[in-house]
Structures are given as C-alpha cells and as structure tokens.
C-alpha cells in the first residue's frame, strides 16, 4: 500500500475544511426564508475583498514588474471581458520580467 506523505495529508485537511467552510455557510444561510438585503450586500462583496487582499501585498511589496502588471491588467479589465484582462496581465508579467526583472 501507498503511504500518505505529509503533503498528502496537508491537501486532504485544506480540502476539508475548505468544503466544511462551504457547507458551513449554506446551511447556515438556508435556515433563513429570506436575506436581509445588507448581508446579501456584504456576501456579494467577499469575492472582491479577497481579491484584494492577493493583490494589494503583490502591488505593494513585489518588484516593479509586479506593480506594473497589476496596473496593466487593471485598466485593461476596465475595456475588455475577464479573461481578456487575465491573458493581458499574463503577458505583462512575462514581458515585464524579461526586461525588468
């Protein structure tokens, strides 16, 4: 038989929480007829605070590359779909760190 490794367990144990964090919520939520329209308002905003708390460190502390491609791939999501501006930021990134470092 193959043994567990401690990576292994590592990924089992984040794959668990992570799916009692989500069910967690759900059955919390489904307990309610309905959603007061400020929770609802504050769900909706957790996508964006997460986001933002991977990007403002990245922005902030890395090189200039890093805080360049962030710029780049922000305007270009103000003009162009999601993956569009992902696929811009990827190029940046790989552009940038050519010729900056």
């Known amino acids: 038989m193959i043994e567990f490794s401690t990576i292994s367990w590592i990924v089992l144990a984040g794959a668990l929480a992570t799916y009692l964090t989500r069910i967690g919520g759900h ?3 489904s307990r ?24 403002a460190p990245a922005a902030v ?14 305007a270009a999501s ?9 696929v811009v930021g990827w190029v940046a990134i790989v552009v940038l760190r050519m010729f900056i470092g």
């Open 78 to 86: 103000l003009y162009i779909p999601t993956m569009g501006a992902f």
């Open 32 to 55: 309610f007829q309905s959603i007061h329209p400020r929770v609802e308002a504050a769900l909706n905003a957790v996508p964006a605070a997460v986001l933002t708390t991977l990007v």
């Open 61 to 74: 502390y890395s090189g200039t590359a890093e805080t360049l491609t962030i710029l780049i791939a922000a």
């Open 27 to 29: 059955l919390v939520l």
